[in-house]
C-alpha cells in the first residue's frame, strides 16, 4: 500500500494556511448561463471542498475586458450579478472547509473573434498576432496593455472583497499573459516585447498590479511552456532561460507558480538532468526560491487532451508523484481530471479507499456534479 502522508501534509503560501498539498486543477465547464455562477456550480465546488479538496482553484473566469472569453456560459468575475454568485461559492466551500482561489482568464488571441459574451469586442494580444503566427489585427496601445494587467487586478481586488483564499492568475496554454511570454505572438518593440525579461514584464506589471488590490492575499501565477495545439512550443528552452523568466515574476511579487505539464512525470530539460530529471515545478522551485503546483495526469494513466476527443484514461499510479513531493521537487499536486470525475478522491486516497477509484470516464465532461 503507498504511503500517501506526504500528500496531506499542510503547507502554507504566503499566509494562506492549507490542510494537505491537493489542489484541484482550474477546469472549466462553461455550465454558467447568464456568465453568473448559479445554484448547480454552488453544490459543485462545496462537494470537492468537502471531499478533502486542500485548495480548490476555480474553473478560468473572465476579467473586465469584453473580448477576454469566446464562451458566454464561462461565469465572469466582474459585474454585481456574477459576483454575487461567485460570493454563495466561497461561502458554501468555507462552510465545507475548503479554501478557494478564483483562475482570473482572459483569452486574448486564442478567442475567435465574434464570440463570447461580447461578440462585438476585439479580441486583445500583445501584437495582434494569432497562435498560427498570423497578423490579424492591429498592435494594442501601451494604454490599453496597462488596461488589460489593470483588469486582473480589479477581478483580484473583488476576489479579496469576496473572500476568497487566493488568486490565480491564467499566464499558460496560449492565452492572454502566455501569448506575452512567448516571442511567436509577442512582437512588441516597446517595455513588453523583445527579450524574455521584457516579454514577462506585461505579467509582473499584472502582479505588481493585484498586489495593490489585495494585499497580503497570496497571488499565484499559472505557466505553461506548451500552447493549445502546439504541444512543442517553449517559452524557455533552457533553464538559464527559465531562470530569467521566472525571476521577473518573483521580483513583481508573486507568491507561487503553478506550473502546468500535460504528464507530471515529464522531465523538462533531460539533456541536463537526464530521463529521470526534474519536471517543470522543479525547475521553477529550484530557480525561484518560490512554492510550486506540479500538475499532469496525477492519479490517471494518460494525459487530458484526449478527454475532449471523449477519452477515458484508466486509474494511474501515485508512488513517484508522491516520492518526487516528499523530496520536496515541488510542493503541491493538481488534480483535474480525477476531482472532477469524482468529488471524493482526495478523501479516498487519504482513508485508504484508493481500490474505490475509478478510471475516469470522458462523460464526466458531460455531467455536472
Ligand atoms: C474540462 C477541462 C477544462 C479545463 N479548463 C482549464 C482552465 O479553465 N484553466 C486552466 O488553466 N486549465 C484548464 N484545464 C487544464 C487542467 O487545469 C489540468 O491542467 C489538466 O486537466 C491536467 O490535469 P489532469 O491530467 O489531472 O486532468 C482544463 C482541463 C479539463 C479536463
Redesign the pocket.
Known sequence: MTDVSPLFRPFHIRGLELKNRIVM?????ARSPGAFPNDNNVAYYARRAAGEVGLILS??THTRRRGAGNDANVPLFWGEQALAGWKRVIDAVHAAGGKMGP?L?HQGMSRKPGTGHFPDAPSDGPSGIDLKGEKVASEPSEAEVLDMAQAYADAAGDAKRLGFDCVEL?G??GYLIDEFFWERTNQRTDRFGGSIEKRAEFAAEAIRRCRLAVGELPIII?ISQWKSGEFTAKVATTPQELERWVKVLVNAGVDAIHC?Q?RILEPEFPAVDGPNGLNLAGWVKKLSGLPTIS??????SS??IG?FRGEGSSVGKLDEIIARLDRGEFDLV?????V?QDPEWALKVKTGRQNELRDYDAKS?QTYF
Open positions: 486543477a482550474p477546469m472549466t465547464r474553473e478560468g483562475q482568464w491564467h499558460a496554454h499559472r502546468s500535460r500538475v499532469g495526469s496525477v492519479g490517471l494525459e487530458f478527454a493538481a488534480v483535474g481530471r480525477a472532477l465532461l
